[in-house]
């Protein structure tokens, strides 16, 4: 794609999440357009399907959470994983903290999270490739609804296990039913408005929790 921000700019409208009005981000309006647009790129670009666009349930409530507790990141070097449009990380670099990576492997995830960092005044670093494996140079890492289906949660919760051995680790769930049941503690939880195209439903149940080593 020669012109990412183009694209983003294009395919949606300034708008704010139900949970974090403070923020402003590029979202899709409607998921039919976008998800065409992009996927129309998916054989010869191999782009991933737009969830950069969309304020995903797990992400408010991080970024809920972390805005009203601006003493939990405050000069802290942060790690927005799966960050899709960033706005987790967007929350803690308004709250305070030191540096904001984000990272997705999705580069339009990571240019959209750029974008939604310079409409509000704000700074986040993009980090690039899979960072499954690899442990981090932050004091928080964060992600949100990472365990949408068992392959995936099988990868990552031993990692995010690993990295809170040196870390906080904090996970936000949509209800997932391959999120982890134990080894962890629940900081908040709330019942966050959904659509029926994105999750089949109109609420979602959803917790934060950290994740115990």
């Excluded at 709250?95 to 990571?110: F, K, R, T, Y």
């Excluded at 949509?174 to 195209?197: C, F, Q, V």
Aim: glycine share 6%; hydrophobic share 45%; charged share 20%.
């Amino acid at each position: 794609m020669k012109d990412p921000a183009a694209f983003i700019v294009s395919q949606t409208s300034i708008e704010t999440a139900p949970l974090v009005p403070e923020l402003r981000l590029h979202l899709a309006t409607e998921i039919t357009p976008i998800w065409q647009a992009t996927e129309s790129h998916l054989a010869e670009m191999n782009i991933e399907p737009p969830f950069w666009a969309f304020a995903w349930p797990g992400s408010q409530l991080l970024a809920r959470w972390i805005l009203d507790h601006p003493e939990s990141v405050r000069d802290k070097r942060v790690l927005d994983f799966a960050c899709g449009g960033g706005l987790a990380g967007l929350a803690c670099a308004k709250a305070g903290a030191s540096e904001v990576l984000v990272n997705d492997i999705d580069p339009l995830a990571l240019d959209a999270a750029q974008l939604n960092a310079t409409l509000n005044g704000l700074r986040v670093t993009p980090l690039h490739g899979d960072q499954i494996g690899k442990v981090p140079p932050v004091d928080l890492l964060l992600c949100g609804d990472v365990c949408y289906n068992q392959p995936m949660a099988d990868r990552i919760i031993p990692w995010l296990r690993r990295c809170a051995q040196d870390m906080e680790v904090w996970m936000a769930d949509p209800g997932r039913p391959y999120a982890p049941k134990d080894g962890i503690d629940i900081l908040s939880s709330a019942t966050l408005p959904t659509t029926m195209e994105l999750e089949g439903k109109t609420t979602r149940e959803t917790r934060l929790c950290r994740i115990l080593p």
